[in-house]
């Protein structure tokens, strides 16, 4: 089994940034294809980013392209979704997600983080 940990959400205000970190256990981390969804209240989960092994290749929903960017640290098992001009509507849950396969799907990826509140206010 693979754990993911992520961290770095919470308040701010329309416009503002934050960083999202997740953490992952288990061998050979750059093996993983990785990515990030959410879920707002009230809502199904949905499709944020995925990044392959190499950290070479990204895709992002329609919704957060040229808002979010994606990267991951090989070294330190972790991947990160920086988030700036954040929007009422980014308010939700975020779940980093993990998959040992070249590109994550964009559901039903084989393991998950506990998520992290991500709330900006107007």
């Known amino acids: 089994q693979v754990q993911l940990v992520e961290s770095g959400g919470g308040l701010v205000q329309a416009g503002g940034s934050l960083r999202l970190s997740c953490a992952a256990s288990?061998?050979?981390?750059?093996?993983?294809?990785m990515g990030w969804f959410r879920q707002a209240p009230g809502k199904e989960r949905e499709f944020v980013v995925r990044?392959?092994?190499?950290?070479?290749?990204?895709y992002y929903a329609e919704s957060v392209k040229g808002r979010f960017t994606i990267s991951r640290d090989n070294a330190k098992n972790t991947v990160y979704l920086q988030m700036d001009s954040l929007k009422p509507e980014d308010t939700a849950v975020y779940y980093c997600?993990?998959?040992?396969?070249?590109?994550?799907?964009?559901?039903?990826?084989?393991?998950w983080g506990q998520g992290t509140q991500v709330t900006v206010s107007s």
């Open positions: 288990g061998r050979t981390f750059s093996s993983y294809a």
């Open positions: 997600a993990l998959d040992p396969s070249v590109v994550l799907p964009t559901s039903n990826p084989r393991y």
């Open positions: 990044i392959s092994r190499s950290g070479t290749s990204t």
